[in-house]
DNA sequence: CCTACCGATCGGTAGG
DNA sequence: CCTACCGATCGGTAGG
């Protein structure tokens, strides 16, 4: 249903039957973790992650709660590969947008957009990495912290250069940038795939919202 | 700590011995129920409902958790009375802005106002409020939603009047709206009341915000 | 991948 | 307001 982002490792678990063709009929899928946490995902996002059994996860691929563990290690490393790979994948897009160069304008303009398309075509992703943060034990919990800091960081640097180079004006660039980073983020408790916007229409909408914002 | 919203039946379990003068050694505080509210929605907000226990709630008052029960009737309740009483002051709220009257920009300025102060204000019960709908029972949360619902009709009505009355601009009053009400709601998951920042500074800052979308 | 089961937690009640 | 306790839930393990 969702399609999560999967971690670089997440592929080692993949037998190399990479044949996705004809009957698979009983036998293993090839992915299973994969499909497991994409499972999970689901209901950590609509019942949260504390709500949800490993029976109920099991139940959505027709197998015992117990039969889980063959291929994950429990439920709270789960929640960690899902958030990890959205923070991480997140902050890449970001960076690729930044890399993308241009004038500030512009950069703001794509990191925003960025921002707000991955919120809508990975709701489920970006709603469970802002909501169990504080499900996450330590160490992983500080370090998915860590990361989040620096993407706002990157939004709240690149508005200050904008407002130094009396491109943006704004009283603050700190309140400036959590206002376009939460409206963002709001897009994930919303938005819903079924209707008729398209994510990157919803993308450009906003990054015009935060360009009115600041200039 | 906090200085929660005191539904108006909450006052009808205080005991009318009202001098809260001297000391009150041993005896049972006059407003034990309010006392456990506050307690509660400290722990909703910061660790969650679910994750809240009888026992922690007993503990901040220094009592055992079985002993709640003389004053509440069950957690589910305290959520109840918390959410309600969150939903129904801010609909108040956000109704006195709009019959303060005004032209469509001076109103839509102090409902944004009111909705950022709110939020950095009772940062508390509006987290909980945003963060626990699905946690109610219904046919509570029914309950709940329909006031969120008459809230952000609210917003989009007068962005729409803004828009209509050609005083605002914007390519949907929807979206517009939905990102002014969600950047707000971003404050109480950040605000820091020991900060040096005032609740009606920053909800001055936000009106502005949301006034440079919309013009 | 399954059943049986352990150990811990927790909301709520009984009965002072 | 307390202790003792019940009943239900749930993550995870054993051992096929």
Known sequence: MSTRERPAAGRSHVPSVAANGADASHRTPPD????ILDAALELFATIGYRATTMA???????????????????????????????????????????????????????IVAVHVQYHAEHRYEAFVGHR????????????????????ESNFRE?????????????????????????MGIGV????????SVAPDELAAT???????MLT
């Open 56 to 110: 109920q996860i099991g139940d959505r691929l027709g197998i015992r709660g117990p039969s889980l563990y063959k291929h994950v290690a429990s439920k709270q490393e789960m929640l960690v590969e899902i958030m990890a790979g959205m923070m991480t994948e997140l902050l890449r897009r970001q960076r690729a947008a930044l890399d993308a160069g241009g004038d500030v304008r512009e950069r703001l303009e794509r």
């Open 206 to 212: 906003y990054a015009d919202f935060a360009l009115r």
């Open 32 to 35: 299973r973790h994969g499909e």
């Open 188 to 195: 994930s408790a919303w938005y819903n795939p079924a209707g």
């Open 158 to 182: 690149l508005v200050q250069e904008g407002r130094e180079r009396d491109v943006f004006h704004t009283s603050s660039d700190r309140w400036s940038s959590y206002a376009i980073l939460d």
């Open 132 to 151: 169990e943060i504080d499900s996450l034990e330590e160490p992983e919990r500080s370090r998915i912290l860590e990361l989040r800091r620096e993407y």
